[in-house]
């Protein structure tokens, strides 16, 4: 195993709020942590995500958009979902441990001019950020 307890992210798109999950959990957390995202209907990485997670250290430019079904039968310790779409559609998984749920607007419904888009990312990305924040203090080894 490349790092300690296995966790997945999981949106429906896995374009924006679990791709700066994975991006934040590895930053914040180092190796304690080995971290996967994926969507239920997979695009790709929204290019803002990247920006603004790049504004705040974190480069997730080299993450691509996965499918849930490479994941099945994985093991994992923790599986968050970000978004009510991935919370009702979510299998579960062997050895999972602890489902965690957090509802967060998808920055990548955001309307506006590409300004307008980016407060949003941004916010998208500060909230994650502190929930990341929070799980890392809680988590158990």
Request: net charge negative.
């Amino acid at each position: 195993m490349r790092g300690g307890q296995k966790v997945l992210f999981l949106c429906t798109g896995n374009s924006c709020r679990s791709q700066m999950g994975e991006g934040w959990l590895r930053h914040l957390a180092g190796d304690r942590f080995e971290v996967f995202s994926a969507g239920l209907n997979p695009t790709k990485v929204n290019p803002l995500a990247i920006r603004v997670m790049g504004e705040a250290g974190v480069d997730i430019s080299k993450h691509s958009s996965k499918s849930i079904d490479n994941f099945i039968g994985e093991n994992f310790a923790y599986v968050i979902t970000v978004c009510d779409n991935a919370k009702g559609s979510c299998p579960h998984f062997m050895g999972e441990r602890t489902r965690i749920h957090w509802d967060i607007d998808d920055p990548a419904d955001a309307e506006g001019s590409e300004d307008e888009k980016l407060i949003f990312f941004r916010k998208t990305r500060d909230i994650l950020k502190e929930q990341i924040e929070g799980f890392i203090a809680a988590a158990r080894d």
